[in-house]
């Protein structure tokens, strides 16, 4: 029972060509984060919602933009994809967004910019 | 500003041996949330644990069990008995009282061989 769903789970893509990665959930849950991962490294958050308020981090380049239409999906656009954009993307929910609240993850889209 | 380290880049063991996974955190706050999420070659991040500052108690899970010292700062994740399906990237995560957005460490790669 899938509940962090993630498509597609691989995407290759041109350098420059704009890409989308989508994230869906179905736990209802009014927080969903998107986090880039580089080989080795810890996740790095970009930005999160929290309902329709966008939060961005500071150092997230203006490159990465996030769309939430409704609660149960978020959208990652990548609008001109780098040799460094390369990475694994993983999308995260949580229930109101407290310290204490637990991060549930989707699988993750890996990224491959040729 | 919070900080965890996971000093243990790789660890590599043999079937049925015991492993201790580190992690060092660093926060002025008095009310923050610790965290061991799993990473496994699928990618998707599982939470394992978490435990609030005020809270010291040793908790075990199965072959699981997690040390937490205040006084140094630790908190620290064992396997006993490893299996292969161990093998996995171990994240170490700390949100301090209002902030929901975790500070992950580098994670530590646990590799357990048969």
């Known amino acids: 029972d899938a509940m962090v769903i993630q498509n597609p789970r691989y995407q290759v893509t041109q350098f420059g060509k704009p890409v989308t990665l989508s994230c869906s959930q179905t736990?209802?849950?009014?927080?969903m984060y998107w986090y880039q991962q580089k080989s080795s490294q810890a996740p790095k958050l970009l930005f999160h919602?929290?309902?329709?308020?966008?939060?961005n981090e500071a150092d997230t380049p203006d490159n990465f933009q996030s769309r939430r239409p409704n609660t149960s999906f978020c959208f990652l656009d990548i609008r001109s994809p780098g040799l460094g954009d390369a990475a694994m993307y993983l999308c995260?929910?949580?229930?109101?967004?407290?310290?204490?609240?637990?991060?549930?993850f989707g699988p993750g889209t890996r990224l491959l910019v040729l | 500003a919070q900080k965890v380290t996971q000093a243990q880049t790789e660890i590599s063991v043999v079937e049925k041996e015991d492993v201790t996974l580190d992690c060092v955190y660093e926060?002025?706050?008095?009310?923050?949330?610790l965290f061991w999420y799993k990473q496994p070659p699928s990618g998707e991040l599982v939470f394992l644990i978490r435990?609030?500052?005020?809270?010291?108690q040793n908790e075990i899970s199965g072959r699981y069990s997690w040390n937490f010292q205040k006084s140094t700062s630790s908190f620290n994740f064992t396997i006993t008995a490893s299996q292969v399906v161990d093998s996995a990237v171990y994240f170490c995560a700390l949100s301090e009282a209002g902030s929901y957005i975790p500070t992950f460490g580098r994670g530590t790669s646990l590799i357990v061989h048969p």
């Open positions: 926060t002025r706050d008095t009310t923050y949330y």
């Open positions: 995260a929910t949580s229930i109101f967004g407290t310290e204490q609240e637990t991060q549930y």
């Open positions: 736990l209802n849950h009014n927080v």
């Open positions: 435990r609030n500052s005020f809270d010291e």
């Open positions: 919602y929290y309902d329709k308020d966008f939060n």
